[in-house]
């Protein structure tokens, strides 16, 4: 098979690389953009694309996580670090969401990088070390993207065009084909085609004829079990783009790239003995200085509701308090004390993702607690701090209101919050509320207090069937 003819069949390419258990990059110069698809050991690892709008920014853009503003203050934010890295550290996304949303993202790169015409493409051998970056590597799941992708793909044609071509193209399956695809979500139709499958080779057409599937289905049943280890080609060439290629057989690759063990350390270098010296006379002794306290780091930064704060001393990290209980005495109230107190004392030090993870975990111990009101009010302090997660603010705002309906707190954030994002009446009208309920909180004086009086315009009625019908049929010029 030549160069040219494998540039339009990436499904048959990924079962060949998975085969022979390639390390390198993929490079596919498309008609929207270049796409780089990342392999160690045969599996997928990465995937990263310059087509427009496949860039993880962009695409948490559309998905809301984002918006401009606040996109490009993280890519000013360079500090040595990655983009996903920094998205946590704002806490704008979890570590398990953040690689839920690179994980939609590769499959979108991929099932468009199955979808459009292939003008270039080039292999790159790289070992682990090499041009693939271990920065790149995160969990990616080959199995799930590969089964998920594949059942996407909307046009087969040219695929099975491949295959009835290459007539001495011949697969074979190991014995236990179908109790390793247990963990995939197979119809009856496929559990069938799978029983035709094992140590006799079957090719395109025979298969197609024993199951009685279309060839779109066969084929793409075919392309799926190939690039899962689930079928090895053992007739005819195989379709790689390597310039070396391996020896063809069947191959388990692991699902993590495997690293080169560590060096072992040189041994200790030995000293000769040293001369005893002579033992001097003891001298007398000096009373030591009086030990001086440290004091506690202040915790003015921190504001709570109503001046309350339950945490007492900050200075001190209460994972490590030695006079903590054990976590198996705890109630939950007391759980949900100490996660709040150990927020604050991250949150002091600029651990902000962390501060978040805690305190949504006090607010699912404790729901409707003491603890949990103050979580919910922090919470959204926290969350206000970034124009993304603006949203979010507010629905913390809101869980608080719920938990104290007569707390003026609440109502004074979600006044503030508005007037960062324009709102002067609702900024208004929040912040009367919040007066009302405690009247020694703090207006700002840009606050203009008058647009609280400011009725809400009622909205229009919509027109009834009968209106419309005669707006559609009345001719031109009459009402």
Known sequence: MTEGQTRQFLPALMGSLRQEAQDGVLVLEQNDGIRHLYWVNGNLVYLKSEAAGEQFGNYLIRQGVLDWDALQELLADQQGTRFGDRLVKWGLLSEQERDDHLYRLMRQILLHAMEH?????????????????????????????????????????????????????????????????????????????????????????????????????????????????????????????????????????????????????????????????????????????????????PAAKIQLADGLDPTGDLGTDPDTDPGAPTEESLTPQQSALKLFKRAKYLLIQDRTSETVRLLEEVVKIDPEGPMSYEAWLLLGRVRMANPAWSRRALEAMQCANKLRPNAGEPFALMGELYLRKGFKVEAARNYRKSIELNPLINVPPEVDMTLAEQEPEAPKPEPSVWQRMRSWFAPAGNS
Do not use: H
């Open 117 to 297: 015409p292939i003008e270039e493409m080039r292999w790159e051998e790289a070992p682990v070390g090499g041009q693939l970056d271990l920065d790149l590597y995160f969990p990616l799941d080959y199995r799930r993207m590969v089964w998920e992708t594949f059942l996407d793909l909307a046009n087969l044609s040219d695929v099975c065009d491949l295959f009835r071509t290459s007539t001495d193209w011949r697969w074979e399956a190991p014995p236990d084909l179908l109790d390793s695809l247990k963990d995939l979500p197979l119809t009856p139709q496929m559990a069938y085609a799978l029983t035709f499958l094992g140590k006799d080779p079957v090719g395109f057409e025979t298969l197609v004829s024993l199951t009685g599937m279309a060839e779109e289905d066969s084929a793409r049943l075919i392309v799926t079990l190939w690039a899962l280890s689930g079928l090895n080609l053992s007739k005819g060439e195989m379709p790689s783009p390597a310039r070396r290629r391996k020896p063809s057989q069947p191959i388990t690759p692991t699902m993590v790239p495997i690293l080169p063990p560590l060096s072992p350390l040189p041994p200790p270098a030995t000293k000769p003995p040293e001369a005893k010296a002579p033992v001097a006379p003891p001298a007398p002794a000096v009373p030591a200085p009086p030990m001086q306290v440290r004091p506690p780091v």
